[in-house]
């Protein structure tokens, strides 16, 4: 038997000048202060993002609408999808990582702090690079301002002739950076969960929380690199004349939209898997019960990281692949939802029989499991090839990834958000704004994106500026815009919530839920160095061990 | 002050966990091969599908002796890393000497190659696919090397100033995992270029 005291203290309560304040923040190696950095960077671009999705509900509201031009609504487009994948969901669910992986896993930083804060502002600064082609994209040429050709890029789009001025290249370095960022916080990830875990926390002890980012971070690693190649490969045919994408010399289209795919769908299951990985922490704790078949979850995740390597051309079915590429990649596609399956019967499974306590979080995340499953039996339709060729470049595809990633990822981290923000704050986030924002968010998603799929169906194309009147569009994308207005209202009361119960919320202490994984045994907000003692573990659950030493998990393992 | 009263049950006898430094090294390596892989992938995508001259075939030469130089270097590395472990500073240093010197042997033999192809062969990197594709791998490689060489120069001038002890060898490993990439990755390079792509 070994005892030890975790003594944390509170932390200095003496004002400080708001400079130095500020000095410390941004020179600051912590990875708490790091995660919430990465937070705070990606809750401003979800309000940016937000606004241009509101400017394209905007115009597509009625038909014929001229609220903005063609030219405009492209960059706003273009922005949004760039803004949200990288600079929205990546930072969040990295910063979520960074501050919650070492405090789980009993760690007292990052295995590189240096290079942590390095990577963050790498991704920070590549997003200023790309909101700066707002003022510099226009360059000598005076064409464009922000880039305008889509988030893919697609080629010829991206080349010197179709994309003139330096809005491309302000994209193109601007996703190099903050790639090299990511690869960095990657490389971090794998090291400190490796490299860190504190006295018995093996692998299988390990909080699933802290697996599955690991598989995330491998999965950066394979993913993310192709995009840098292929963003390197763009720069030498713009500045150097290479021909990497130049039809006229004998170059291909297809294989940027090859690299850029092979990026492009792994880099969702880099989203997901945080988020599920949120999911299997909140869900257990909110059912009073353990998970539901810890080694079968990570088992799958790693099942989804490989497989999910080998799915990109599925999205590429229109361009005329041959009939053996279109069914190997219709059934990897079908293939990966099998392990995904097994992931939402462990959470049900979880819930089953379980006490369950409907907090914010449990919303949010039950929210998560239902949108989550339709999501993934749209994307089944889709990976049935034939079914893609009807419905390819469709609204029926922009609803289909968006309920993956509102519906998924989104909820997902607000369920995070919800449940973690007593830990770094000390404060709780109030329920009854949380229910409000739960309840309009829920409303305005469903009112949003159920509604996308028909007019998609219907045969609206993605990306048009407007329509003509009489094709049965109009009412749909009126009630898809309202549904957009009530997400921005739900945002609102969100961001209102995070600024309100920082100053007002009640106490948390250390761990307001009951839970038991260790970041609950330290203080909220943690001292600097998290740990007085760096703790010993005995199971997968510590903290259940220590709050009933009569019956300890520990003793079953 | 708050306090937590923790117990927990055992304690565990032996805790070994793999170096840091390694990790993030297999992970950077992981990552680059799949940058490689990639640019890889497009050179044997457009071989022979230039629509000008000139082609691999009529303008490329084996770099035998340079590729010698350079996957010697991985031996002398891995000597030296030996020697670091073992204490023998003054071994260590002419090793490592040996290693940059090789590498930069290298590096010149990439430079003359290039000079010869632009200034003989009229061959840049806008000039066709070939051009392209060949100029941005074998140059992402030389990229590489260089970064290797300016590491190694830093390791060479801790040297020099005596602050090269066994207390080091852990970092010189790691340094030297890279420099053994940089050479796996140009086995590679060389067998497409030079031996499957003519």
Redesign the interface.
């Known amino acids: 038997?070994?005892?030890?005291?975790?003594?944390?203290?509170?932390g200095q309560t003496d004002a400080k000048p708001w400079v130095d304040e500020l000095h410390q923040w941004l020179t600051t190696v912590d990875h708490k202060r790091l995660g919430i950095l990465y937070i705070l960077s990606a809750l401003l671009f979800l309000v940016i993002g937000g606004v241009e999705a509101l400017v394209i509900r905007v115009q597509l509201m009625h038909s014929h609408n001229n609220f903005v031009s063609p030219e405009v609504f492209n960059r706003m487009f273009t922005m949004h999808g760039t803004t949200m994948i990288f600079f929205v969901a990546m930072p969040v669910l990295f910063g979520f990582a960074n501050y919650l992986i070492p405090l789980m896993i009993g760690a007292r930083d990052m295995?590189?702090p240096r290079l942590n804060a390095f990577s963050f502002w790498l991704s920070f600064l590549g997003a200023l690079l790309l909101y700066f082609s707002f003022l510099g994209g226009s360059g000598l040429y005076g064409a464009g301002n922000a880039p305008d050709v889509g988030w893919w890029s697609y080629a010829p789009l991206g080349a010197r002739a179709f994309s003139p001025g330096h809005s491309s290249d302000y994209w193109t370095l601007s996703l190099l950076v903050s790639g090299f960022g990511s690869?960095g916080t990657?490389?971090?990830i794998?090291?400190?969960i490796?490299?860190?875990?504190c006295?018995?926390m093996k692998l299988d002890r390990m909080p699933l929380f802290a697996w599955l980012n690991l598989v995330m971070?491998?999965m950066v690693?394979?993913a993310?690199?192709?995009l840098?190649?292929?963003q390197?490969?763009l720069l030498?045919?713009r500045y150097?004349?290479?021909?990497?994408f130049d039809t006229q010399?004998?170059?291909?289209a297809v294989?940027w939209m090859h690299?850029f795919w092979?990026f492009g769908h792994p880099e969702v299951y880099v989203l997901i898997i945080p988020c599920f990985a949120f999911m299997s922490e909140i869900i257990p704790v909110f059912s009073r019960k353990p998970i539901f078949g810890y080694p079968v979850m990570v088992a799958a995740t790693v099942c989804i990281g490989f497989v999910s390597m080998s799915v990109w051309a599925h999205h590429m079915f229109t361009i005329g692949m041959n009939s053996y590429a279109n069914s190997f990649f219709t059934l990897t596609t079908m293939v990966v939802g099998v392990p995904t399956g097994i992931k939402l019967f462990n959470w049900i499974g979880t819930m089953w029989g379980g006490r369950i306590q409907f907090k914010t979080p449990m919303l949010f995340s039950i929210g998560f499991l239902f949108q989550f499953l339709i999501a993934g039996l749209t994307g089944i339709m889709m990976a049935a090839s034939p079914f893609d060729w009807q419905l390819s470049l469709s609204y029926f595809v922009v609803a289909h990834f968006h309920y993956v990633i509102v519906g998924g990822i989104l909820f997902a981290v607000f369920a995070a958000f919800y449940y973690w923000y007593p830990k770094m704050t000390g404060r709780m986030l109030s329920e009854r704004l949380g229910k409000w924002h739960f309840w309009l968010f829920l409303i305005g998603f469903h009112l949003t994106f159920d509604v996308m799929h028909v007019p998609g169906i219907l045969g609206m194309p993605r990306r048009i500026y407007t329509y003509e009147p009489g094709r049965g569009w109009d009412t749909l994308n009126f009630i898809i815009s309202i549904g957009a207005f009530i997400q921005a209202l739900a945002i609102l009361v969100f961001v209102a919530n995070l600024i309100i119960s920082y100053f007002k919320g009640a106490e948390a202490g250390?761990d307001p839920w009951d839970a038991w994984t260790l970041e609950w045994?330290?203080?909220s907000p943690p001292a600097a160095y998290n740990f007085a003692?760096v703790?010993?573990?005995?199971s997968r659950r510590?903290l259940w061990?220590?709050k009933h030493?009569e019956n300890?998990d520990?003793r079953y393992e | 002050?708050?306090?937590?009263?923790?117990?927990?049950?055992?304690?565990?006898a032996a805790?070994d966990?793999?170096?840091?430094g390694k990790?993030?090294m297999a992970?950077?390596i992981?990552?680059?091969s799949?940058?490689f892989?990639?640019?890889v992938v497009?050179y044997l995508?457009?071989l022979g599908?230039?629509?000008t001259g000139p082609t691999p075939r009529e303008v490329l030469e084996t770099p035998i002796v340079y590729t010698i130089c350079l996957l010697s270097s991985s031996l002398t590395i891995h000597l030296a890393a030996k020697c670091l472990e073992r204490g023998i500073g003054f071994a260590f240093l002419g090793l490592w000497l040996l290693t940059i010197a090789l590498g930069g042997l290298f590096l010149y033999g990439t430079a003359q190659e290039w000079h010869r192809l632009i200034y003989e062969h009229g061959l840049t990197?806008?000039t066709?696919?070939f051009g392209?594709?060949y100029y941005?791998l074998v140059g992402?490689h030389a990229f590489h090397v260089t970064a290797g060489l300016i590491m190694l120069s830093v390791v060479a001038i801790f040297g020099f100033t005596g602050r090269m002890g066994m207390s080091q060898a852990g970092r010189v490993g790691v340094l030297s995992m890279y420099w053994h990439f940089v050479d796996a990755v140009w086995v590679v390079v060389f067998t497409v270029v030079y031996v499957l792509g003519r």
């Not at chain 2, 966990?17 to 840091?20: E, F, G, T």
């Open positions: 038997m070994s005892s030890n005291v975790i003594t944390v203290s509170v295995a590189f690869i990657a490389i971090n794998i090291s400190t490796l490299c860190l875990r006295p018995g971070a491998g690693l394979i993310i690199t192709p840098s190649a292929a390197i490969m030498i045919d150097l004349g290479g021909h990497f010399a004998g170059g291909s294989l690299f092979i250390n045994s330290t203080s003692t703790p010993r573990v005995a510590p061990d220590l030493p300890p520990s | 002050m708050s306090a937590v009263t923790t117990s927990f049950p055992k304690a565990t805790w966990l793999p170096s840091r990790v993030a992970g950077l992981v990552a680059e799949a940058i892989t990639i640019f497009a995508f457009y599908k230039s629509i990197i806008s066709n696919l392209t594709t941005s992402l």
